[in-house]
């Protein structure tokens, strides 16, 4: 813990074993748990809240404020959770008065160059690929995925269990357990290999196929569509996600698949 090439101001709260490397820069107001290692050249700044056995690489810059202009200095906190990996030059910015916090969850890969901006919440066991960018306010749920270069608007939601294509603009919400590619941003079938990695059934994964069918390949809107899956499909909670994500959703979903 004694790095004397390293800036920790007095009142961080730093864990005993964790390993600070020389040059990074820890602010007050800092938490750090046990077993994480602190590259060389990082920066963490007020309001971090570091979970146990985490990883972060030279140039990233943990909790700067937001860069929005309605921020006035209230006091916020970046929350990273356990065994979180961040890549070199990545970017996580804190919170505001929306939420108060940016957190990201347990068990996450953030590689190189990634931004995640103010109020974003991230899941567990999430990826995100290098240089994906993250506006404000986005909520990314469980075991999501993103391919390198992908750009996701404010205000997005997108579901558990998807898969994003590299270099994808996601303007909508993406429903759950889907991957979703082309420009516009548009449904590509469901992420079956995602799925049986985490154990979903063969059975399970069929069921969900047969709900997107009737909601993104038989050329209805979403309501008739809902309502179709409701009132032929079998009740199972994977239904009762998908149905109520989308009902529920305020930017409205991708499209459908269309050639």
């Excluded at 909520?139 to 750009?151: K, Q, R, S």
């Excluded at 290999?193 to 709900?211: A, H, M, V, W």
Aim: net charge positive.
């Amino acid at each position: 813990m004694n790095q004397p090439l390293a800036y920790i101001h007095p009142q961080a709260k730093i864990a005993r074993n964790v390993v600070i490397e020389p040059f990074s820069t820890i602010n007050k107001n800092v938490t750090i748990d046990e077993g994480t290692w602190i590259g060389p050249n990082v920066t963490i700044m007020e309001g971090a809240r570091i979970g146990k056995n985490c990883k972060i690489f030279p140039g990233a810059v943990i909790s700067a404020i937001p860069q929005d202009l309605k921020f006035a200095g209230e006091e916020t906190e970046t929350r990273i959770g356990d065994n979180t990996t961040i890549r070199e030059c990545a970017t996580i910015n804190r919170g505001t008065i929306d939420r108060y916090k940016t957190e990201v969850g347990e068990g996450c890969l953030i590689m190189a160059y990634v931004h995640i901006g103010h109020d974003c919440i991230v899941g567990n066991h999430c990826i995100l690929g290098n240089t994906t960018q993250l506006a404000g306010h986005v909520l990314v749920d469980d075991y999501v995925i993103f391919g390198g270069a992908c750009a996701v608007q404010q205000f997005t939601r997108v579901g558990s269990h998807a898969y994003i294509g590299g270099g994808s603009l996601v303007r909508k919400d993406v429903p759950p357990y889907t991957k979703a590619a082309r420009e516009p941003l548009s449904y590509s079938g469901i992420n079956s290999i995602g799925l049986r990695r985490r154990g979903f059934p063969s059975e399970k994964i069929n069921e969900i196929q047969d709900i997107y069918r009737h909601i993104f390949l038989k050329g209805l809107n979403n309501s008739k569509a809902l309502d179709k899956v409701e009132l032929e499909l079998a009740p199972s909670k994977e239904r009762d996600v998908i149905v109520n994500f989308i009902r529920n959703s305020d930017r409205g979903v991708m499209k459908g698949y269309s050639h």
